[in-house]
């Protein structure tokens, strides 16, 4: 058993690792499961489940400068994602619990599915609406971040995550959102963040961005991802991707790449009415001018008019 010290869940002081869920450069993911006594009487265990999101120290061969600066940059993006995440309230989007006073460990729900990326590579598009359906609630809890002025800012399919057990889905990963809107004050944002092959054009320009609007653009890569099964481009620069560069010529006049964007390759089957919304999506999202970008809300009203996604509202 692992003693926790968080800040507010001080029910959760002993508790059991299940297992590991994942790790990657910046976290490690684990599942516990609490042990607490809550009556000494008698002796009932909580049992309930919860992940628990580590700062990862392992930085192999990298030497003390830069495994210090590593290490407060992660741990930078574990307080941010507290600090964001547990404002955040909307049935679409992983609950931040707790955070550790010396601010190493995330407390998380636990949610007992998988990610986008996973399921495709699993079972692909084959059924239809499930995944476009599912995309639709990510851009409702993306609406709503908008609205009160943050965006997330690394939108890609990892970061979707399916709740199967609830018939539900799940936006994560709250460790590089950022706050845009401050007292009706616009903030533009410099650093780059995210996952390269989602990144926008405007990234490769080392300008000031609109926050929110890279999140538009990566929600259009990732919609692609899921009519197509696979992604447009390797990197949005002209110079360095002979795909995007193709498709950088016709964005230019806000027309399509038609060998790209060609409805032929759908692996979704969509009826001939859908076509000219799908179109009309990837125009407004790939829009190489941000400001000019359609938003999320947008967005997710259009998706809502394609027959096979199946929402409970459509207005």
Same mark, same amino acid.
């Given at each position: 058993?692992?003693?926790?010290?968080?800040?507010?869940?001080?029910?959760?002081?002993?508790?059991?690792?299940?297992?590991?869920?994942?790790?990657?450069? *910046?976290?490690?993911?684990?599942?516990?499961?609490?042990?607490?006594?809550?009556?000494?009487?008698?002796?009932? =265990?909580?049992?309930?489940?919860?992940?628990?999101?580590?700062?990862?120290?392992?930085?192999?061969?990298?030497?003390?400068?830069? +495994?210090?600066?590593?290490?407060?940059?992660?741990?930078? /993006?574990?307080?941010?994602?507290?600090?964001?995440?547990?404002?955040?309230?909307?049935?679409?989007?992983?609950?931040?619990?707790?955070?550790?006073?010396?601010?190493?460990?995330?407390?998380?729900?636990?949610?007992?599915?998988? $990610? /986008?990326?996973?399921?495709?590579?699993?079972?692909?598009?084959?059924?239809?609406?499930? @995944?476009?359906?599912?995309?639709?609630?990510?851009?409702?809890?993306?609406?709503?971040?908008?609205?009160?002025?943050?965006?997330?800012?690394?939108?890609?399919?990892?970061?979707?995550?399916?709740?199967?057990?609830?018939?539900?889905?799940?936006?994560?990963?709250?460790?590089?959102? *950022?706050?845009?809107? &401050?007292?009706?004050?616009?903030?533009?944002?410099?650093?780059?963040?995210?996952?390269?092959?989602?990144?926008?054009?405007?990234?490769?320009?080392?300008? =000031?961005? +609109?926050?929110?609007?890279? $999140?538009?653009?990566?929600?259009?890569?990732?919609?692609?991802? @899921?009519?197509?099964?696979?992604?447009?481009?390797?990197?949005?620069?002209? *110079?360095?991707? =002979? @795909?995007?560069?193709?498709?950088?010529?016709?964005?230019?006049?806000?027309?399509? =790449?038609?060998?790209? *964007?060609?409805?032929?390759?759908?692996?979704? &089957?969509?009826?001939?009415?859908?076509?000219?919304?799908?179109?009309?999506?990837?125009?407004?999202?790939?829009?190489?001018?941000?400001?000019?970008?359609?938003?999320?809300?947008?967005? &997710?009203?259009? @998706?809502?008019?394609?027959?096979?996604?199946?929402?409970?509202?459509?207005?």
């Amino acid at each position: 058993m692992r003693h926790f010290n968080f800040k507010n869940s001080n029910h959760l002081q002993t508790a059991v690792c299940k297992k590991t869920l994942g790790h990657g450069g *910046f976290a490690v993911v684990k599942l516990f499961q609490c042990k607490h006594c809550h009556n000494d009487i008698t002796l009932e =265990e909580c049992n309930k489940c919860f992940v628990i999101k580590e700062l990862n120290t392992n930085f192999g061969c990298w030497n003390k400068e830069d +495994m210090i600066r590593k290490y407060d940059l992660v741990n930078k /993006m574990l307080l941010n994602e507290y600090k964001i995440g547990s404002r955040l309230n909307h049935p679409n989007i992983m609950k931040i619990i707790d955070i550790e006073e010396n601010a190493n460990l995330l407390m998380l729900e636990h949610i007992v599915g998988m $990610d /986008m990326l996973d399921y495709l590579n699993l079972k692909g598009c084959d059924d239809n609406g499930y @995944l476009l359906t599912n995309f639709y609630y990510v851009l409702d809890a993306l609406d709503y971040m908008h609205n009160i002025g943050v965006a997330h800012r690394d939108i890609k399919l990892e970061n979707i995550l399916l709740d199967t057990a609830n018939n539900s889905v799940k936006l994560i990963d709250f460790g590089q959102s *950022f706050e845009f809107k &401050k007292d009706d004050n616009y903030i533009y944002s410099y650093d780059l963040c995210g996952t390269e092959g989602y990144f926008p054009p405007e990234y490769y320009n080392q300008l =000031e961005y +609109m926050p929110d609007k890279v $999140d538009v653009w990566c929600c259009g890569v990732v919609l692609y991802n @899921l009519i197509y099964d696979y992604m447009p481009w390797e990197y949005a620069h002209r *110079f360095k991707d =002979e @795909l995007y560069s193709r498709c950088y010529m016709y964005f230019k006049d806000n027309e399509l =790449e038609p060998n790209i *964007f060609n409805p032929n390759n759908y692996r979704l &089957k969509v009826s001939e009415e859908d076509i000219p919304i799908i179109n009309e999506i990837f125009k407004g999202v790939f829009n190489l001018n941000p400001s000019k970008r359609i938003t999320i809300r947008e967005f &997710k009203l259009l @998706l809502s008019k394609i027959s096979i996604c199946h929402v409970e509202s459509k207005n």
